[in-house]
């Protein structure tokens, strides 16, 4: 009861600031204050300098522990674009007039809806979710299709792009080493994890046979990235144009490009 | 920031009162440092329309254009404080004569790809929005560019103060930062073929995107 009486003053006189404050009391305050201070400028400053990236030369470059896989399968997606992709898709967009490319563009973007709406709800982003619902309706209907994209023009809905990785990175999954695969370029093993996570909710396999869901997904992904490479013909020209080490430029290209959607989520 | 937006209460006075307060409390506490300062954004402003007018002059030939950009850029950039963070950990591990061997080369280099750009400039809008603090001594201009019908590209210049002058250390386009881009790239040919290869490709690189342009 004593002991609690006079636990009671001295914390009381030490937040109000009365007079019986003691020397011993005042200096510890002024040095946890001096502390907390110290603390809050500490993690200002290094909060502000953590995302653009810090004036410090030991600032970070990756570990990269699956390299000499990661680099035979960068080479050979090299080789494909170089021989395959990017012939037929300059083929493709000597035929096929910009605005045309630019619809298909619209109608697959419209088409792959679901991860996008699935992805902002999992965070909690009801806004963009429900944004997204409304562009997948009115771009459906009256932008026959996903050709065109009046919910944006007449509404002012712009598209906010989730995907399941940025859903775990999100929730504090690490994203474990770099990895690239054959036909689908770089990623790290989260988003690969959610790569086949956002693939599992395209809906044509649930609801068709595999003979005719396998050959039309596998058709999809073909033309879908086709017409792509077709709407950047001198992407990767220009990468490699500055590039002195490619393999390193495209992965780092790729990190912090990741690193700055998962900022832009959690501002 | 949409999110928000369903958590608006209805004592909004009160509450923003308080938060004015605790702001006036901080910066009496010297816990904030207010900028009102925008040197850097000028000084980088001023650098880009100068640089951009001299692009778009095209009746002037290339040779004489690239010489005039050359100029103007040499001033604004802290070539050797843009070599030392592109090698990253790896500056510490060199001799003198090494560190200067390579700030030569890297100069060169980003001069060469800086002016191999000359022509690329077909009238986009530059917009100059505001300077953030990066803590003392360095801050980033934020600008976006503005093209019709397209999405707006995010370009951020981040710069530190030298004699006086604020000058460009690092570039990003679209939150990608130019300098740790080559930082990845560099760090990756040393641990694999040693300095002296990554100075003999950064050589070559420079000579092929100096190759004379057309007109």
Redesign the interface.
């Known amino acids: 009861m004593t002991l609690s009486g006079s636990h009671d003053i001295m914390w009381g006189s030490a937040l109000t600031g009365g007079p019986k404050k003691s020397v011993k009391t005042k200096t510890i305050l002024a040095a946890a204050a001096a502390c907390m201070?110290a603390w809050?400028?500490r993690a200002a400053?290094a909060d502000?300098?953590g995302p653009?990236?810090p004036?410090?030369?030991?600032?970070?470059?990756?570990s990269d522990p699956l390299a000499p896989f990661n680099e035979r399968m960068f080479w050979f997606n090299l080789k494909l674009d170089h021989y395959v992709l990017h012939p037929v898709a300059r083929g493709y967009a000597a035929i096929a007039p910009t605005p045309v490319r630019e619809a298909v563009d619209r109608f697959f973007s419209n088409v792959n809806f679901i991860p996008r709406f699935a992805n902002n709800l999992f965070q909690?982003?009801?806004?963009?979710a429900g944004t997204e619902l409304a562009r997948f309706g009115i771009n459906t209907t009256v932008g026959v299709v996903g050709l065109f994209d009046p919910a944006d023009h007449w509404f002012g809905l712009k598209q906010h792009n989730n995907d399941m990785g940025l859903t775990l990175g999100y929730y504090g999954v690490p994203q474990g080493p770099y990895l690239v695969l054959p036909f689908l370029g770089p990623g790290t093993i989260r988003d690969t994890v959610g790569y086949a996570a956002d693939g599992a909710m395209w809906p044509l396999p649930y609801f068709v046979p595999w003979y005719v869901s396998l050959p039309t997904g596998a058709g999809k992904a073909i033309v879908e990235a086709v017409n792509f490479r077709s709407l950047h013909l001198d992407l990767f020209e220009q990468v490699d144009?500055?590039?002195?080490?490619l393999?390193?430029?495209v992965?780092?290209?790729y990190?912090?490009?990741r690193a700055?959607q998962l900022?832009r989520l959690r501002? | 920031?949409?999110?928000e937006?369903?958590m608006i209460t209805p004592r909004r006075r009160p509450a923003s009162l308080l938060a004015l307060t605790f702001l006036a409390a901080l910066m009496l506490?010297g816990?904030i440092t207010v900028y009102a300062d925008t040197s850097a954004l000028e000084m980088t402003r001023q650098f880009v329309n100068q640089a951009l007018q001299i692009m778009a002059n095209k009746q002037l030939p290339v040779a004489n254009r690239t010489s005039q950009l050359r100029a103007v850029l040499e001033p604004h950039f802290d070539f050797r404080?843009m070599a030392?963070?592109s090698?990253?950990?790896h500056?510490?591990e060199l001799t003198q004569a090494q560190r200067q061997d390579f700030s030569n080369v890297f100069k060169d280099f980003i001069e060469s790809?800086y002016l191999?750009k000359i022509n690329d400039y077909s009238g986009q809008q530059v917009q100059f929005l505001q300077q953030?603090?990066?803590?003392p001594g360095?801050v980033?201009v934020h600008s976006t560019i503005v093209q019709a019908g397209k999405a707006p590209i995010p370009i951020?210049y981040?710069l530190?103060q030298k004699d006086d002058s604020w000058k460009i250390?690092?570039v990003?386009v679209?939150?990608?930062?130019i300098?740790?881009?080559?930082?990845?790239?560099?760090?990756?040919?040393i641990n694999d073929n040693g300095f002296d290869k990554?100075l003999a490709?950064?050589k070559a690189?420079q000579q092929q995107?100096a190759l004379p342009q057309a007109s």
């Open positions: 201070m809050t400028a400053l502000e300098q653009p990236h004036p410090e030369e030991s600032a970070q470059v990756y909690l982003r009801m806004a963009d144009r500055y590039a002195v080490d393999y390193g430029a992965q780092d290209g990190m912090q490009r700055s900022r501002e | 920031m949409q999110r937006m369903g506490t816990g404080e030392r963070q090698l990253g950990p500056w510490r790809a191999s953030t603090s990066l803590g360095f980033q951020n981040l530190d250390y690092d990003t679209d939150n990608i930062s300098i740790q881009n080559y930082r990845n790239q560099f760090n990756r040919v990554l490709d950064l690189k995107l």
